[in-house]
C-alpha cells in the first residue's frame, strides 16, 4: 500500500515528531493505512505503527475533519459498493 501514500510510515512518525499537524491531516497516508501491521512487523525498533496511524485517524475526527465527506461520493459509486464496505469506510473516514 506504501506506493499510493504521500508519506512514508517513517515519514509520518518524523511529522509527529516535529509537530507538524497541518501536513499530517493533509496526508493521504494514515487513510490509505489498512492497519495490516506488516509495517509493525518490519520495524526494526519495534514501534506499532498501525496503532500510531489510527491514533492519528482518531485525532483528526475529534476534531470534526472529514477526509471524505458522503456529499462528494458519487450516486453510481454508492450503489456500486458493498454496504459493509460504506459502513467500514465511513468509520474510518468520518466523524
Known sequence: MSFAMDFLPNQ???LVQLGLEEDITKSKTIWLCASCLICSVRCPQ????GSVMEALRL?????NIDYLPAANIPSETLSELPQ????????KHTA
Do not use: H, Y
Request: proline share 0%.
Open 84 to 91: 459493509i464496505a460504506l459502513v467500514s469506510g465511513f468509520r
Open 59 to 63: 485525532i483528526i475526527l475529534r476534531r
Open 46 to 49: 519495534g514501534v506499532e505503527l
Open 12 to 14: 509520518i512518525i518524523r
